[in-house]
């Protein structure tokens, strides 16, 4: 390894271990959350289809899944691919991506504290707008930025685990 890559391991590094001390959002949390956001996805009327029909192999797109937000929320740089290349050919628009997010933030409040469930959901919010500007941009739309709906922020006020 040459002397540049090492000292970008070592940043990349340092920046994973103040990520983690300020979040608490570790590996396991990742897994935890993949596994349980892609179980409600399968049960969903809206999302569930989508899925069912494109993932073959879900063991190897759940090891995808995880290592594309390890590399996200820790800049672990696990995941090598396109999301935007595999997004482009998928039959979606608003109401999913605003499902898409309501079931993360969901599943993100019920399983971590507040502070570690709005660090993934800042992040999944980020990864929402690029994906669905880059697909209408794709069919020749433009779009504003806009507002997605307050469930998709935050816990719905019944959630009560929250520090």
Same mark, same amino acid.
């Given at each position: 390894? =040459?002397?540049?890559a090492? %000292?970008a391991?070592?940043?990349? %590094?340092?920046?994973?271990?103040?990520?983690i001390g300020?979040? $608490?959002?570790?590996?396991?949390?990742?897994?935890r959350l993949?596994?349980e956001?892609?179980?409600?996805?399968?049960?969903?009327?809206?999302l $569930?289809?989508?899925?069912?029909?494109?993932v073959?192999?879900?063991?190897?797109?759940?090891a995808r899944?995880?290592?594309f937000? =390890?590399s996200?929320?820790?800049?672990?740089g696990?995941?090598? $691919?396109?999301?935007?290349? #595999?997004?482009l050919?998928?039959?979606?628009? #608003?109401p999913?991506?605003d499902?898409?997010?309501?079931l993360?933030a969901? #599943?993100?409040h019920?399983?971590?504290?507040?502070h570690?469930?709005?660090?993934f959901?800042?992040?999944?919010h980020?990864i929402a707008?690029?994906?669905e500007?880059?697909?209408?941009a794709?069919? $020749?739309?433009?779009r504003?930025?806009? #507002?997605?709906?307050a469930?998709?922020?935050g816990?719905?006020?019944?959630?009560?685990n929250?520090?």
């Amino acid at each position: 390894m =040459s002397i540049d890559a090492q %000292s970008a391991e070592a940043r990349r %590094s340092l920046i994973t271990e103040e990520i983690i001390g300020r979040t $608490g959002i570790d590996e396991a949390m990742i897994e935890r959350l993949v596994r349980e956001f892609y179980r409600r996805i399968l049960e969903d009327p809206l999302l $569930g289809p989508i899925f069912q029909a494109r993932v073959a192999d879900w063991p190897v797109h759940l090891a995808r899944m995880c290592d594309f937000w =390890s590399s996200v929320v820790l800049m672990s740089g696990r995941y090598h $691919g396109q999301p935007m290349a #595999t997004h482009l050919p998928l039959p979606v628009d #608003t109401p999913h991506f605003d499902r898409w997010l309501e079931l993360f933030a969901a #599943t993100a409040h019920d399983l971590f504290p507040r502070h570690a469930a709005e660090y993934f959901l800042e992040r999944a919010h980020r990864i929402a707008d690029s994906l669905e500007l880059g697909i209408a941009a794709q069919k $020749g739309e433009i779009r504003p930025k806009r #507002t997605r709906p307050a469930p998709t922020f935050g816990p719905a006020p019944d959630r009560t685990n929250q520090p």
